[in-house]
Structures are given as structure tokens and as C-alpha cells.
């Protein structure tokens, strides 16, 4: 397959610009950029599915840039519904910091930032020329803001466009740009630079969206929406990734190994022909776990997220260090554990039970287990020594329910 047939077999192509941006696709070396908002100090997994377009257009042999918004997450494109929360200067500033230096990490390409062309720019510069190429009406047009207009729509925000097209413009003299990529949300904003450009310096640039990645539930991932699965081991750990991804629904696992991994056609219809023989082996889900925290973060920590899963629901988890519990089950309940004591004392201590008598019913019905061994003696006594590491005691009430208690 070619470039652009690629890309549509994968579902990554929405809207272009242009039909003559297919043929360019497949015959000339464009530069483009794809960029994002620093609304917080690490991409999530809806960034990375924008993001890896970078590196399939790259492998082609298009040239990418990859823009952070210093200058428009300070404004913050419109929402649907309400006005987005302003971010300080000093938390965008950390953020572009963060962003900059985790897709440099990752993809590895030339990374700017608009604030750099935008700080000095005066406002009557602004609305000389900027603002008088852009027709109020065109602006109302635009889906995100026409949808605002009843609610209201802060200056604020309905000026954001202006600032995403000037992106363009300067970019495309500045570093020969003449593609845009983003998620479909933000044709709007793509087909501003466009206009923009063409007024102003009388060029035609080309822009290319791409259907969100979105959840199980419809959903597209963010931080906004809660469901932000990051890109930062140290906000996400692999274990969490790994958790995630291999509980990934039958419905969407095909689609997602075809957006978020690099496995071509044959590989990936292979793998749905065998996922539909037997399901319930989620080879289909284990491939893509491997996949993408291999890329994110190297094979020895899909290793460890898939030995750490392992251990966690099979009846051994000695080989694991304390370091490898804390870290991968960071956000499992935490108990402290001041001193030793009973078994029954510790499940009332750390609210794990209401009261001894619970604990002593749970613990004579097999229920609770001290690092996946089962409990039967509600006298049995918690000592550092039986932790791991002398530190930690990972505990298990009932089926499902888990607690970290830890020695101070």
C-alpha cells in the first residue's frame, strides 16, 4: 500500500482539505506539523494516537514538527459547552517543559513552541495582520463556536482560531510547512490556517484530520474527560498501561492494533482471524499491550507490567521487589502498618473491616490473603518479616479487592 491507502486502511483519515492532497501524500516529501495544547505535563493516550501519525508519515518520508502551544494554551480552544479553565503562565510554562522534552523522548523530531513567534506580537499587529484577513462570519460558521453562540462565547476564546491559523502561516515560512494533522476536532482551526494563508500570502496549504481514538464507551481519552490513560510511567505506570490495554473490549482491539501500533495488514489481519477463533485467549489484547508500552517504554518494562499482572493474580508474587508493588500499584489503597500485630487487628485498623467480628468471619471463610496465601488464622501474627522486603504486604479481601499495607 502507498501512504494514503495505508492510512485510510487504518481508519486515520477524516477530512482533507484538498483531493490533491492524496497524490501529494504519495508522490512528494511534505513537511507538516501536528500539535497540542500544554493543558497539563504529559501526553495521554489520545495524544499518542495523533502523535504516531508523525512517525507513519516520516517512515514515507514526510518531514515532521511537532508544535507544543505555549502561546494558545494560555487562551484554550473553546469547549461545546462551557468556557475551558485558564491555566497559569507558571503551570503552562512547566507543562511546555514536560511536553517538549516527552515528545522529543519519544518520537525524536524537532519540537517548537508559538509562544516563541507569539509573546511579541501587539495587538494592533495582531488585528493589522492577522485579524482583518479573517471575516466575522466565517468565524461564526466554525461547528465549535456556532454551538457556543447561544451559551456564550468569550472574545477570549473566539479568537483562539485566529491564533491556531497564524500557527500555520508562520510555520509554513518560517520551516516550509504546508500540511496540518490533528485529531477531527480540530478541522476547524486547520481550515482558519488555510484561509488565512491563502489571503495573506496567496499559498495554498493542505490540512488532514483524523477520526479521536475513543474508549470502550464512546468516549474520547483525556484529561478533561477523566479516562486520561498517560503517557509518563511515573503518572501511568506500565502496569496500569498493561491493565488497561489487555482488558481492551473485542469490539475495538482490532481498530485499535490498526491506529496504535505499527503491525501492516497481513500482520494485524492474522491476528484478528485468530482472535476470532478463540476470544477468550486475547491474544488480540496482549499483542497490543506489548506494542505500545514496547514503544512507549522499552520491552523490559512490557516485561515486567506483564510478570507484575502475572503475579498479581496467580498464587506467587515473591519474585517481586517491594520498589516493583510500590511503584506499578501506586494508586491501590495504601494501609500504614505501625507495628506488628493480629491479622483481625490490622483488617480493623486499616479499614478494611468494621469491626473484629467481620474480620474474623472473612478471615475463617478464606477470604483474606497476606501476599496471595491464604489466611486462615485470625491470630496470625503481621510482622515485618513476613513482608516483602521487609516493607510491604500486598492484601486481598474477597475476589477483587486489594490494599497495600506498608511498614513505616
Known amino acids: 500500500m502507498n501512504c494514503f491507502e495505508d492510512l485510510k486502511w487504518r481508519g486515520l483519515v477524516k477530512d482533507i482539505s484538498s483531493p490533491e492532497l492524496e497524490k501529494k501524500l504519495n508522490e512528494e516529501k511534505l513537511t507538516f506539523y501536528i500539535g497540542t495544547d500544554p493543558t497539563a505535563d504529559s501526553m495521554h493516550i489520545g495524544h499518542f494516537s495523533s502523535f504516531l501519525i508523525a512517525t507513519r508519515l516520516a517512515k514515507y518520508g514526510h518531514k515532521p514538527i511537532l508544535l507544543i502551544g505555549g502561546a494558545t494554551g494560555l487562551i484554550g480552544d473553546p469547549k461545546p459547552s462551557l468556557e475551558r479553565q485558564m491555566i497559569s503562565k507558571e503551570d503552562v510554562l512547566k507543562n511546555v517543559a514536560g511536553l517538549t522534552k516527552q515528545a522529543k523522548e519519544i518520537f525524536g523530531f524537532e519540537v517548537v513552541n508559538n509562544y516563541d513567534w507569539t509573546k511579541d506580537l501587539s495587538v494592533l499587529d495582531f488585528l493589522r495582520d492577522y485579524g482583518k484577513y479573517i471575516n466575522v462570519n466565517y468565524m461564526l460558521d466554525k461547528d465549535i463556536i456556532n454551538r457556543r453562540l447561544e451559551s456564550g462565547i468569550t472574545f477570549c476564546e473566539f479568537a483562539y ?5 497564524m500557527d500555520f502561516v508562520h510555520l509554513y515560512k518560517d520551516k516550509g510547512v504546508t500540511l496540518q494533522v490533528a485529531g477531527s476536532d480540530q478541522w476547524g482551526n486547520i481550515t482558519t490556517g488555510i484561509e488565512l494563508a491563502r489571503k495573506k500570502e496567496d499559498v495554498e496549504l493542505y490540512g488532514m484530520t483524523m477520526p479521536l481514538v475513543l474508549d470502550a464507551n464512546g468516549v474520547k481519552f483525556g484529561k478533561t474527560e477523566g479516562n486520561a490513560l498517560w503517557l509518563d510511567k511515573n503518572k501511568t505506570s506500565s502496569y496500569e498501561l498493561y491493565q488497561y490495554l489487555i482488558n481492551t473490549s473485542d469490539e475495538v482491539v482490532i481498530d485499535y492494533l490498526k491506529k496504535l501500533t505499527f503491525l501492516n495488514k497481513e500482520e494485524i489481519e492474522n491476528i484478528q482471524k485468530e482472535h476470532n477463533e478463540k476470544p477468550e485467549l486475547r491474544k488480540a489484547q496482549e499483542i497490543l499491550a506489548q506494542e505500545i508500552i514496547t514503544f512507549l517504554h522499552g520491552e523490559e518494562e512490557y516485561n515486567k507490567a506483564k510478570n507484575m499482572s502475572k503475579a498479581l493474580f496467580s498464587e506467587d508474587i515473591t519474585n517481586l521487589s517491594s520498589e516493583d508493588i510500590l511503584t ?16 483481625e487487628d490490622l483488617l480493623v485498623t486499616g479499614n478494611i473491616c468494621q469491626s473484629k467480628r467481620e474480620a474474623r468471619e472473612l478471615i475463617n471463610g478464606n477470604a483474606i490473603s497476606l501476599n496471595n496465601k491464604k489466611i486462615t488464622d485470625n491470630m496470625y501474627l503481621v510482622t515485618k518479616d513476613g513482608a516483602i522486603d521487609k516493607k510491604v504486604y500486598l492484601i486481598k479481601k474477597g475476589k477483587k479487592k486489594y490494599y497495600l499495607g506498608i511498614f513505616n
Open 161 to 165: 482560531t485566529i491564533l491556531q491559523g
Open 328 to 343: 506499578n500499584f501506586k494508586d491501590m489503597e495504601h494501609i500504614t502498618i505501625e507495628k506488628e500485630m493480629p491479622l
